[in-house]
Each structure stands twice: as structure tokens, then as C-alpha cells.
């Protein structure tokens, strides 16, 4: 379905009509994005088509309490990312994390940034991707999620706070926790690389 | 460690660089599975009326409880004073006594 020719107002109206083929326009005109949030916030062990459909059932449940207060993917976006948090909380904790974790290109990575000043070679940015998500997921899901999207997705304070429901204060404050962690973190694993 | 936030911002900026799968394609039959358990199981109007059937016919069914209990407790004082009575009724005595 071309993007110009959505007539989304008029969609959401058929929706809560109970219109099954509006429905299905509505989910196969807000996958990408759904898709892509669940992608970058993907907890360990679920499937992102699970999770995907999870996400579309909440934004059909809670159908009638979206006002047009604000835009209706942001609201989407919205309940992605907190269905997100919420899967993550549900995890139990990883065990302690050990160099042994680590793929040897991660581990590669991990060395240069750790012990040089010298940028990571091209031909690893796909192992930093993964030992930064592997750091993240190291810290609660509210600090993972604020560092994920302050420095990996680059998203202003006020993007965030309208992402998540939390005020730019709260923001700020945990991303500033979320680093405190993160530094005692790289403290221990170049600890114990020395050892 | 003094310099973390640089070696954290050396590595976050390798890794935005990294190639990401683009692929939004959906899954055969998603939006249709998505829509008809959305729309299909969602009947908040049906499930309201029967939740409040059941709940009306709980009451009902204690009401009618109460009262074939109550019933009952009256009809087994009524039968046992009639009972008491005929206790007290001794047909052979009542003979006897009739032709001494």
C-alpha cells in the first residue's frame, strides 16, 4: 500500500467500526515501524513476530482510548517500546559477564576500545553492534533502553520522553545512572583482562 | 576509569556504522491473523452481557437456595409438630383403656 494514498483517519474509523479488511490495512501500514522498534529492542529468546503481533493486539485493545492528542504512530511507537520494556523486565537476569561471552571479533573490539586510542576497523562495526547490544543487555531494561536510544539510535531527550512517557528529567537521570553502570562494567572487564 | 565516555562513544559510533538488515517485509497471513484475533476476540459488548447474566443468575440461584432451604425447615417443623401429636397417640392403650 503506497504510503500517500493511507487515508489513516479514515482507516482508524473503519477499525472501530470493526472492520476487519481496515484492520488489516492498518497492521500492514504500520509494520516497519512496529518491526523495526522490536527489532532494535528485541529481548533474548523471543520472536519478533510474537512480539509484533503482541504490540498490534495492545494498539487494537486500547484503540478507543487514543484522543489524537498526539500523531497515532507515535502512540503506536509508544506501546511498542514499553510492550518492549516489558518483556525485558521479564527476564531473569544474565549470569555474570565474562570475556568468555564474547565472539573473538567482540572480543577483538572490545580490546582495541579498551586498551587504544585507535578507531574500531570497518570491517568490525557488525561485532561492535553486537558487543554493545551484549553491554546493554547487561544492564537493567529502563538504563539499556535509555542508552539505546540517547547513543546507538541518537534520539534527542525530548524524542525519548515522548517514547517512553517519562519525563526529560527522569530521562536524563537515568541515562547518567545508566553510564555510572556501564563504566563499572568496562572497569571489571578490563580488570579482568589483566588478570 | 577516566576516559570511559570516550572508548563508549568510540564504541556506539562503530557500531551506528554497521550495516542493518532493512528487511520489513511481513510475514504470509500476519495482518490477517493480527486482525481477526483483534477484532475476533475482542467483544467486550457480549462478554459484558454475559458477566452480567452470570452474576444476576448467581444471585438468583442463592435467592432460590435460601428460600427451598427455608421451605423446607418450615414444612419439617409443621410435619414434626403433627408428628409430636400422634405420638402422644396410642391406639392400643386408647383400646384398652376403652373396654377396662
Known sequence: ???ETFDLAACLERVRQRD??????????????VIRIVRSHLPRRVAEEDL???????????????????????????IA?????????????????????LSEKEAEVLDTVLTS????????????????????????PDDRLVLQLLDLEQHSVAEISQMTGWNPS????????????????FEELQRKERS | MKDFEAKWQRLVTAARQAPVADDVEMPFGFATRVAARALGTARPGLLAVLGRFSV?????????????????????????TDEADQSYFDPISETLGGES
Request: with cysteine; aromatic share 10%; hydrophobic share 50%.
Open chain 1, 81 to 101: 517500546v514499553t510492550t518492549c520494556i516489558d518483556q525485558l523486565r521479564a527476564q531473569k537476569r544474565r549470569p555474570e559477564f565474562r570475556w568468555a561471552d
Open chain 2, 56 to 80: 444476576r443468575a448467581l444471585w438468583l440461584a442463592c435467592l432460590l437456595t435460601l428460600a427451598s432451604v427455608a421451605v423446607n425447615y418450615l414444612g419439617a417443623a409443621w410435619s414434626g
Open chain 1, 170 to 185: 527522569l530521562v536524563k537521570v537515568r541515562a547518567f545512572r545508566a553510564r555510572g553502570k556501564l563504566k563499572k562494567l
Open chain 1, 20 to 33: 476487519q479488511l481496515a484492520a488489516r490495512q492498518l497492521v500492514e501500514h504500520l509494520y516497519p515501524l
Open chain 1, 52 to 78: 509484533a503481533q503482541e504490540i498490534f493486539l495492545k494498539m487494537f485493545t486500547r484503540l478507543d482510548q487514543y484522543k489524537g492528542a498526539v500523531a497515532f504512530t507515535h502512540w503506536v511507537s509508544r
Open chain 1, 117 to 140: 586510542e585507535g578507531e574500531v576497523a570497518v570491517n568490525d562495526h557488525l561485532a561492535a553492534r553486537e558487543l554493545v547490544y551484549k553491554l546493554l543487555g547487561e544492564l537493567k
Open chain 1, 1 to 3: 500500500m503506497a504510503e
